[in-house]
């Protein structure tokens, strides 16, 4: 094929991903989520998982979970849906997580969070970070696509270590209270904030 053919490949993809992430962030809007931090700050990176700016900025700690995300759906896509193209696997995977951003903004969602993971606190993201959360999945994804998988599986654990140690939190503490919560471990990531 040649170098027309995949350029307009690529710009249809982008512009799919760029339709993905606006609807995401219009429903997100009709659902009462705030565009930014009720701050009223806009700001690259938040750090502290405790305070009301958490999942309000563009990046926050838990943005390494979502490139993680982008780690397993380049796995999941690359095991389950081989003969699709690199590119369709990402159109796939941002729909896949801009899914989880609606479902995690949800009244229902936020409250489980509330009671019974670390997150007592938790209001849900505003718009802004929800896509800064999907830009994160992005990187993953095309970081897994370019890195031999060994250094993916590497990076992911990496992650999830490091999340562990500085915040005492990671995907899979996530899902696992969210799924089957366990006082212990609620108690030690409480302990620790």
Request: with cysteine; aromatic share 8%; charged share 15%.
């Amino acid at each position: 094929m040649d170098g027309g053919g995949v350029a307009r490949r690529d710009t249809r993809i982008w512009l799919a991903v760029a339709g993905v992430v606006a609807l995401t962030a219009a429903v997100l809007l009709a659902m009462g989520r705030s565009a930014i931090c009720r701050c009223g700050r806009v700001a690259l990176w938040h750090g502290q998982v405790t305070s009301a700016e958490n999942s309000q900025q563009v990046l926050d700690p838990y943005s390494a979970t979502h490139l993680v995300h982008g780690l397993l759906f380049y796995a999941g896509g690359w095991l389950l849906l081989r003969r699709w193209g690199w590119r369709a696997r990402l159109l796939a995977a941002v729909v896949v997580e801009a899914a989880w951003e609606v479902a995690e903004n949800s009244p229902a969602v936020i409250d489980r969070y509330r009671s019974v993971t670390a997150a007592l606190g938790y209001t849900g993201d505003s718009v802004l970070n929800s896509v800064g959360d999907i830009a994160c999945m992005m990187a993953g994804f095309l970081l897994a696509r370019a890195l031999p998988w060994r250094v993916s599986v590497a990076l992911g654990v990496a992650l999830e270590l490091l999340l562990l140690a500085t915040i005492r939190d990671n995907l899979a503490l996530n899902v696992l209270m969210l799924v089957t919560p366990d006082p212990r471990i609620l108690a030690w990531q409480q302990a620790g904030g």
